[in-house]
């Protein structure tokens, strides 16, 4: 019995290890990071620098038809959608790195019990 749940926690780790090397193919950042999203972030980062050179001009008046007001209110919603953006794409990148190494951690830890286990029921045989 002992010598089964040793070599369980040697297979677990082993398998926790190997999934940390495919974890990267299996679940890349592209799957929740789209093009899409990409271009949204690079729309809305051009229009919020266009935005702050209309708001930080000392008069605001000089672009005709345009209200302080309604720029200011633009800019505050293209700004808290561009940290939403920014938080989803920085996310994306790290969360597969992040699991990556806790699998690849976690199995060399189990490994390394399971052998010192196996090692220990076999001394007391």
Excluded: C, H
């Excluded at 196996?118 to 007391?124: E, I, K």
Aim: proline residues 4%.
């Amino acid at each position: 019995m002992k010598s089964a749940v040793v070599l369980g926690t040697i297979v677990v780790g082993f398998v926790f290890l190997f999934l940390s090397f495919a974890w990267g193919s299996l679940f890349p950042a592209t799957s929740s990071w789209t093009p899409e999203k990409g271009a949204r972030m690079s729309e809305i980062k051009a229009r919020l620098n266009e935005l702050s050179f209309k708001l930080d001009t000392p008069n605001a008046k000089i672009f005709k038809g345009t209200d302080p007001a309604a720029l200011k209110k633009e800019y505050a919603d293209l700004n808290a959608e561009f940290d939403q953006l920014k938080t989803d794409f920085e996310s994306a990148a790290v969360t597969p790195k992040t699991t990556s190494s806790v699998l690849k951690w976690s199995g060399i830890a189990l490994a390394a019990v399971g052998i010192i286990g196996w090692y220990a029921v076999s001394q007391s045989n």
